[in-house]
């Protein structure tokens, strides 16, 4: 694609880089100066032309990167009169209703945001809840990382595995991951409590997990809890070897250690957020949705 430049914010400049690659695209990279009261100073190396496309997700510090993402959308919109801005991992997706009175629905404000920056349209990738993608005005496109997670897991050689989602929520993404592998899939279900964040597993026995490899499939995995619970209770069922796939690693508190100690032999995610989890290029499917 001629006439394109990509602009990479710093927490998703890898990203962007190979994005910006498979559209045949001009990268134009970001710096971020930190100042002591915590404001963020954003400044592009050079100025885009054509179609402008920024990509950048919002995982923590969650506000910084937002500021740098309306900063940037605000830079890009000054040369370009449509830009498109991929958020690989949109912050705030989880507080997308009123769960409790008083409660305020942080994404619809996010969204305005957004908007009022200059974005004119918004890419996610596995987006917490398709209830949210309501709260926006302009276009907002969900692109799943299911396929490549699946096709990833296929490298791991397991033995006659089934995928598991650890809770009801999670069961569309489950069934979707094992039609891409070629397998079955249940759903446990959880309970949390909305006040205390306890999580309990309320499924009883499953005979079908005994000496069978399991995939526990979730979209994002922030403190690792109801990992943790959901390998607790699958060890008890004396099923095989556990692996966790997610297209979101928060990974939040040590929660990497915390799942490995729990029984988990491997956890992989998507490049949505870096780290030493994020071995599924999430690029390609970005550009095909671009």
């Known amino acids: 694609m001629s006439g394109i430049t990509v602009i990479g914010g710093k927490s998703s400049d890898i990203l962007a880089k190979k994005l910006a690659k498979k559209l045949n695209a001009s990268f134009v990279s970001s710096e971020v100066k930190i100042f002591p009261d915590g404001e963020s100073k954003i400044t592009i190396s050079a100025k885009p032309k054509g179609k402008v496309i920024v990509v950048n997700s919002t995982y923590p510090p969650v506000d910084s990167n937002l500021i740098q993402t309306l900063s940037l959308i605000s830079k890009a919109r000054q040369s370009a009169r449509d830009v498109i801005c991929v958020i690989p991992y949109m912050g705030y997706a ?55 997670l699946a096709n990833y897991l296929k490298k791991l050689k397991l033995k006659n595995p089934i995928v598991i989602s650890p809770d009801l929520g999670g069961k569309e993404r489950a069934a979707e991951f094992a039609k891409f592998y070629g397998t079955d899939y249940i759903a446990l279900k959880k309970q949390r409590d909305r006040k205390t964040g306890k999580v309990r597993i309320m499924t009883n026995n499953l005979d079908d997990v005994k000496g069978r490899d399991l995939v526990i499939v979730d979209d994002m995995i922030s403190t690792g809890g109801s990992i943790v619970k959901a390998t607790q209770f699958l060890k008890k069922q004396k099923c095989g070897k556990i692996v966790v796939a997610c297209t979101h690693a928060l990974l939040i508190n040590n929660a990497e250690k915390k799942i490995k100690n729990a029984g988990v032999s491997a956890i992989f995610s998507a490049n949505t957020i870096p780290g030493s989890t994020s071995l599924v290029d999430v690029s390609g499917i970005i550009a095909k949705a671009i």
């Open 94 to 148: 989880r507080q997308d209703r009123e769960f409790l009175p008083g409660e305020i629905v942080t994404l619809s404000v996010i969204a305005k945001l957004l908007s009022s920056a200059g974005a004119s349209k918004i890419i996610v990738v596995d987006m917490h809840s398709m209830l949210g993608a309501e709260l926006f005005k302009i276009p907002i496109k969900n692109v799943s990382a299911v396929p490549e």
